[in-house]
């Protein structure tokens, strides 16, 4: 219903916005398209005065596995869409930030790398059981310019969440629960989220929208104060000898 790319899907349901995330072939791997949708959709949900509230889920086994791995082949080797990228991850994490329609995540499966990163910048989480979160962006080699050290201080302890971007080990359900990374641990998240989207939907507007965004000018000024440089070294990182080694094992493992 909105302007995007087919790997996103945006279907209404009443006043709520069920973004789903549609490459399930891929297990929803971010690729070219799938990260241009995610930069556009949440300024057309802003923008939709008949939406009260939205969920975001993955279609199939898992809510996000990451970045393609032909994706970040591509990157490394053409300047004009590494900087449209860089552009658009600025774009995803600021227009969730700023965005005043709450936006339920319903974590059907793993959330790795920019789906760990949807994850963060949601504002209510609901996991399967079986779901977990990790972010390896150093384990490729990549600054996290997008990824959760951007939202994580905010949510867990400083050394909790150095030690998760710094490893990229996985974090389960009910650890990202204790940890303050998520909510609830649910059989069906996404009839949970969609639940909690509609309570939500029903309380008055003004009301839920500037509470939202009361609550995520703290997050906003954070995110600012290093976003930055984050773009800056993820860039950098793009080019390095050790992220062109790791892609190039990587490629040839999948071939």
Not at 61 to 75: K, M, P, T
Not at 112 to 133: E, H
Not at 196 to 213: F, G
Not at 233 to 250: C, M, V
Request: charged share 20%; proline share 4%; glycine share 6%.
């Amino acid at each position: 219903m909105y302007d995007l790319p087919a790997e996103i899907e945006v279907r209404a349901e009443g006043p709520l916005r069920i973004i789903t995330l549609n490459r399930p072939d891929a297990l929803n791997a971010v690729n070219d398209a799938l990260h241009t949708g995610l930069a556009k959709v949440w300024a057309q949900l802003d923008e939709d005065h008949d939406a009260r509230a939205a969920v975001i889920t993955g279609n199939g086994r898992a809510f996000s596995a990451g970045g393609d791995f032909a994706y970040l082949d591509e990157l490394r080797g053409d300047a004009a869409l590494r900087a449209k990228t860089i552009l658009h991850g600025r774009e995803i994490v600021l227009g969730m930030a700023r965005c005043r329609k709450p936006v339920i995540a319903a974590v059907n499966g793993p959330a790795v790398g920019l789906g760990c990163s949807l994850v963060a910048l949601s504002d209510i989480v609901y996991m399967a059981d079986s779901a977990y979160l990790a972010d390896p962006h150093v384990q490729v080699g990549l600054v996290a310019a997008d990824g959760g050290p951007l939202t994580w201080p905010l949510q867990m302890s400083l050394l909790q969440a150095k030690e998760y971007a710094l490893t990229g080990a996985r974090i389960p359900a009910a650890r990202a629960v204790e940890l303050g990374l998520a909510n609830h641990v649910v059989e069906d998240p996404l009839a949970e989220a969609i639940s909690c989207a509609q309570r939500i939907s029903e309380l008055p507007r003004q009301a839920v929208e500037s509470t939202k965004r009361l609550l995520n000018i703290h997050l906003e000024r954070a995110v600012l104060a290093t976003l930055d440089f984050a773009n800056m070294a993820e860039d950098q990182s793009f080019q390095t000898d050790d992220f062109n080694t790791i892609i190039d094992r990587l490629t040839a493992n999948k071939n």
